[in-house]
């Protein structure tokens, strides 16, 4: 059972930093795409970046140019780097992996999920 513990949430002021990593209980390199998504109170889960096995990066329209995704397979572990962090950026976010069998067939595995909160 794969099992994705994130880490690195927290209170943050506008402005600010935050770096969340996501840890896999085996080689990453085994999932095809890996990635954050994140929901806030009362709106719809949205995917913030994800990076594909050959590092292919796609990020949401309103992360692009502030957050960095990144992954360390040595590690087995994924990053996101946050940077002028908003307001609306308070979520919870979730690490996800997925692996990708064929065109149609393919399994995520998610992570518990970590606070991000950023103060006006």
């Known amino acids: 059972q794969v099992q994705l513990v994130e880490s690195g949430g927290g209170l943050v002021q506008s402005g600010g930093s935050l770096r969340l990593s996501c840890t896999a209980s085996g080689s990453i390199s085994n999932f095809d795409v890996t990635g954050w998504y994140r929901q806030a109170p009362g709106k719809e889960r949205e995917l913030v970046a994800s990076?594909?096995?050959?590092?292919?990066?796609n990020y949401a329209d309103s992360v692009k140019g502030r957050f960095t995704i990144s992954r360390a397979n040595a590690k087995n572990t994924v990053y996101l780097q946050m940077n002028s962090l908003k307001h609306e950026d308070t979520a919870d976010y979730y690490c996800?992996?997925?692996?990708?069998?064929?065109?149609?067939?393919?399994?995520?595995?998610w992570g518990q999920g970590t606070q991000v909160t950023v103060s006006p």
């Open positions: 990076i594909t096995e050959s590092s292919t990066t």
């Open positions: 996800f992996a997925t692996v990708a069998y064929s065109a149609i067939l393919n399994e995520t595995y």
